[in-house]
């Protein structure tokens, strides 16, 4: 009886935040869709959205309603997907792993995808039958599988993982400045490179849409397998006594990290520490049943990186920073406390 009341107490209090955080997140996209060189006010924003869904016919003035239709408001919705779905690769990569600090980007994922991404823009490789998207879904699972040999699959230690990943993160680096640096020419040099650190300035609604098919079907996919998430917090061992096919649901999952890794990385680069910090965070607010964390980290995950985006358009005058450095100066102190915690005690 009490375990009824506990989970109708827990869902509820799931309901609550998702509720909460879903319209926190609807003040930040629109604050992101009003500030910027031209400023526009709130008011204006909300009518622009209603005449741009074909709800109101609002007489405002056209290039405000370009500007926040065409260019910013689908910015801040890749912004937020693109924050749902690092949270989300975090959170699985630290249950499958076991690990505390698996994240994309430190297990070398973002970077090997960077690497698939450039090769098709800058060397053309594949070019009319390997798309962007392909390319970084490519070097991500490349990525993977030098993680997965030097780490030398089971038989390691949980620290062996991440170190592997800082290799991987580090040859997958090395390829792309190469790349860059020796088959381009100096604008498309800094340009990829200004990419690289992560950048929405690009972005437009063809990429929300196939960026909202893959977010929402890997969140659906992880949902699906939430309780073998669940079991893999014990080992690989204990999962597979309780059911569990592990190297099957470990094969799915890391794919659909993968898949969700590289779409983001292919259209705003890359962007490093979301999967680390809101995971954390989420799962300090709704505990660590997946069920429950999956779709908080997706809401958490959406705030943060919109916030992000917005300072990095705030913080310096007359320029934008790339969002990889508003997050890293975010998720490197994090890091640092959570290696504090972990370590032995004497």
């Known amino acids: 009886?009490?375990?009824?009341?506990?989970?109708?107490?827990?869902?509820?209090?799931?309901?609550?935040?998702?509720?909460?955080?879903?319209?926190?997140?609807?003040?930040?996209?629109?604050?992101?869709?009003?500030?910027?060189?031209y400023r526009i006010g709130v008011g204006t924003v909300f009518l622009a959205v209603t005449n741009g869904l074909g709800l109101t016919t609002a007489d405002i003035p056209p290039i405000e309603q370009s500007v926040v239709w065409d260019l910013r408001l689908s910015r801040a919705l890749i912004a937020a997907l693109a924050g749902a779905g690092l949270a989300i690769s975090g959170a699985i990569l630290q249950a499958l792993l076991r690990n505390a600090l698996a994240e994309p980007f430190v297990l070398g994922?973002?970077?090997?995808?960077?690497t698939g991404a450039v090769a098709v823009i800058v060397l053309g490789i594949g070019a009319g039958s390997l798309s962007l998207s392909m390319g970084a879904f490519a070097g991500a699972f490349a990525a993977f599988a030098m993680v997965a040999l030097l780490s030398n699959g089971a038989t390691s230690g949980p620290n062996h993982t991440i170190l592997a990943g800082v290799a991987a993160s580090q040859l997958f680096n090395a390829l792309t400045s190469y790349i860059v640096t020796t088959s381009g020419n100096a604008q498309q040099a800094r340009d990829v490179m200004f990419w690289l650190l992560g950048s929405f300035g690009g972005v437009r609604w063809p990429d929300f849409q196939l960026l909202l098919v893959v977010v929402c079907l890997g969140l659906l996919i992880c949902l699906l397998m939430a309780r073998s998430l669940d079991a893999f917090t014990f080992g690989d061992e204990d999962a597979a006594s309780l059911g569990v096919p592990v190297?099957?649901?470990?094969l799915i999952l890391f794919g659909v990290t993968a898949m969700m890794t590289a779409n983001i990385v292919s259209m705003v680069g890359t962007i490093g520490f979301v999967g680390l910090v809101v995971p954390h965070a989420a799962r300090y607010i709704?505990?660590?049943?997946?069920?429950r964390l999956l779709p908080a980290c997706a809401a958490v995950g959406a705030v943060f990186l919109v916030l992000a985006d917005i300072a990095s358009r705030v913080v310096a005058e007359q320029q934008t920073i790339p969002i990889g450095v508003v997050t890293a100066m975010v998720g490197v102190p994090f890091f640092a406390i959570i290696l504090y915690r972990a370590r032995p005690q004497t």
């Open 247 to 250: 190297a099957r649901i470990r």
């Open 286 to 291: 709704v505990g660590p049943l997946h069920l």
């Open 1 to 37: 009886m009490s375990s009824g009341v506990e989970k109708e107490a827990g869902a509820g209090w799931l309901a609550l935040f998702l509720g909460l955080t879903l319209i926190v997140l609807a003040i930040v996209v629109a604050v992101a869709a009003a500030i910027g060189d």
């Open 109 to 114: 994922v973002s970077a090997g995808a960077s």
